[in-house]
């Protein structure tokens, strides 16, 4: 019987692909057995036992480092959890008794990692982001394989540790839909570009603005293209209203269409001729996975500006423009649109540049990096 613990939180970003290595380990080892360590109040406490695996809390957080009196009390409950994570961390371990214990990011996964590694037990990583984040550094050192997403994360990691590129697994859905289906299930005509946007689940201001201004230019000149565009619940009280000050009647307008979450963006995506969104890790993959031309508008707010070098690696590939946040205006975005939305080949060739930065094979090197863990 293989028993497989597995430790990330914080965002989606960490918790999809831990549940998606688990499918993996599933698919090949049917009776393998799994623990998720999680921190008690994160969005993995509700994600993981809706998955259908056993799920064991750990308190822990991250350090803030922007110092007002309210990230100064975060801080001294930060000091407080790292006093216990290392003992919890250590009963999860000797209770469930793991043959391998795989991190994929947060804070969360730091104590348990690095505690298994002190125990003897074969440790694994995987990182998303072409920029590491701070876990990954530290915990680089110590584990017996790390799994990388693109090979150009490794220019900030010590040259000597053992890594394996292999991408990083996306759902099913993200590579069995051809567009000419997908365009037939969203009612969009199969010779009409169609266009997709979105800021991320909770959506973006920023974004959010810009977009209705290419919305009222697609509008007012009837430009023959449909635009889905997701507002998020940033959006919910604002963005459509904009619209309508705009002059966009979009509840009769077919080719407008906004939605607060997308629910089926799998389908979306593979209708999509152009998408413009954040570049997420997650994100990325799937538009590698699909195969779509895109702009990308890295979103300023995170940790080490990550989601800017993984943009870089579309841009600099000539997958994807990338615009800035800083240099994003209704003006700049409606121009890029104007060069790329109906040129057919500079959309193509967007398209197979991004597909061709897919590892179409994650799922074999994922699993071939943890069987060679449980052989030792």
């Given at each position: 019987?293989?028993?497989?613990?597995?430790?990330?939180?914080?965002?989606?970003?960490?918790?999809?692909?831990?549940?998606?290595?688990?499918?993996?380990?599933?698919?090949?080892i049917p009776?393998?057995?799994?623990?998720?360590?999680?921190?008690?109040?994160?969005?993995?406490?509700?994600?993981?036992?809706?998955?259908?695996?056993?799920?064991?809390?750990?308190?822990?957080?991250?350090?803030?480092?922007?110092i007002t009196?309210?990230?100064?009390?975060?801080?001294?409950?930060?000091?407080?959890?790292?006093?216990?994570?290392?003992?919890?961390?250590?009963?999860?371990?000797?209770?469930?008794?793991?043959?391998?214990?795989?991190?994929?990011?947060?804070?969360?996964?730091?104590?348990?990692?690095?505690?298994?590694?002190?125990?003897?037990?074969?440790?694994?990583?995987?990182?998303?982001?072409?920029?590491?984040?701070?876990?990954?550094?530290?915990?680089?050192?110590?584990?017996?394989?790390?799994?990388?997403?693109?090979?150009?994360?490794?220019?900030?990691?010590?040259?000597?540790?053992?890594?394996?590129?292999?991408?990083?697994?996306?759902?099913?859905?993200?590579?069995?839909?051809?567009?000419?289906?997908?365009?037939?299930?969203?009612?969009?005509?199969?010779?009409?570009?169609?266009?997709?946007?979105?800021?991320?689940?909770?959506?973006?201001?920023?974004?959010?603005?810009?977009?209705?201004?290419?919305?009222?230019?697609?509008?007012?000149?009837?430009?023959?293209?449909?635009?889905?565009?997701?507002?998020?619940?940033?959006?919910?009280?604002?963005?459509?209203?904009?619209?309508?000050?705009?002059?966009?009647?979009?509840?009769?307008d077919p080719?407008?269409?906004?939605?607060?979450?997308?629910?089926?963006?799998?389908?979306?995506?593979?209708?999509?001729?152009?998408?413009?969104?954040?570049?997420?890790?997650?994100?990325?993959?799937?538009?590698?996975?699909?195969?779509?031309?895109?702009?990308?508008?890295?979103?300023?707010?995170?940790?080490?500006?990550?989601?800017?070098?993984?943009?870089?690696?579309?841009?600099?590939?000539?997958?994807?423009?990338?615009?800035?946040?800083?240099?994003?205006?209704?003006?700049?975005?409606?121009?890029?649109?104007?060069?790329?939305?109906?040129?057919?080949?500079?959309?193509?060739?967007?398209?197979?540049?991004?597909?061709?930065?897919?590892?179409?094979?994650?799922?074999?090197?994922?699993?071939?990096?943890?069987?060679?863990?449980?052989?030792?």
């Open positions: 019987m293989t028993r497989v613990l597995l430790a990330g939180g914080g965002t989606a970003g960490h918790i999809n692909p831990a549940l998606a290595i688990a499918s993996i380990i599933k698919e090949r009776d393998a057995e799994f623990l998720y360590a999680g921190t008690p109040n994160g969005m993995e406490a509700r994600l993981v036992p809706k998955e259908g695996y056993d799920f064991a809390p750990i308190k822990v957080s991250g350090f803030q480092r922007k009196p309210k990230n100064i009390m975060r801080n001294i409950k930060t000091v407080a959890y790292l006093t216990t994570a290392g003992a919890r961390a250590k009963q999860i371990i000797k209770e469930f008794k793991p043959d391998i214990v795989i991190g994929t990011g947060g804070y969360v996964s730091g104590p348990i990692v690095m505690k298994a590694a002190q125990m003897g037990i074969k440790t694994a990583i995987h990182e998303q982001n072409a920029f590491p984040g701070m876990t990954t550094k530290m915990l680089s050192k110590h584990v017996d394989e790390v799994m990388l997403t693109v090979v150009e994360a490794m220019e900030y990691l010590d040259k000597d540790i053992s890594y394996t590129v292999t991408g990083l697994p996306v759902r099913k859905g993200f590579t069995t839909m051809s567009r000419t289906d997908a365009k037939k299930i969203l009612n969009i005509p199969e010779n009409e570009t169609c266009i997709l946007s979105y800021g991320g689940s909770l959506g973006a201001g920023r974004i959010n603005e810009t977009v209705a201004q290419l919305m009222e230019w697609e509008h007012k000149n009837n430009i023959a293209l449909t635009h889905i565009h997701s507002y998020g619940g940033m959006g919910k009280n604002t963005f459509l209203n904009d619209l309508t000050a705009r002059g966009i009647d979009y509840k009769n080719r407008i269409r906004p939605k607060e979450y997308i629910d089926n963006m799998d389908v979306c995506m593979a209708a999509a001729d152009l998408v413009i969104c954040r570049s997420g890790a997650n994100t990325l993959s799937e538009l590698e996975a699909v195969g779509r031309a895109s702009i990308l508008i890295p979103s300023p707010n995170v940790a080490g500006n990550h989601q800017y070098y993984n943009a870089m690696v579309l841009g600099k590939a000539g997958a994807a423009v990338v615009i800035e946040e800083k240099n994003l205006t209704g003006e700049l975005l409606i121009e890029k649109v104007k060069s790329i939305y109906n040129d057919s080949d500079r959309l193509n060739c967007f398209a197979k540049r991004a597909a061709a930065l897919c590892v179409p094979d994650t799922p074999d090197r994922v699993f071939g990096v943890i069987d060679k863990l449980l052989k030792k």
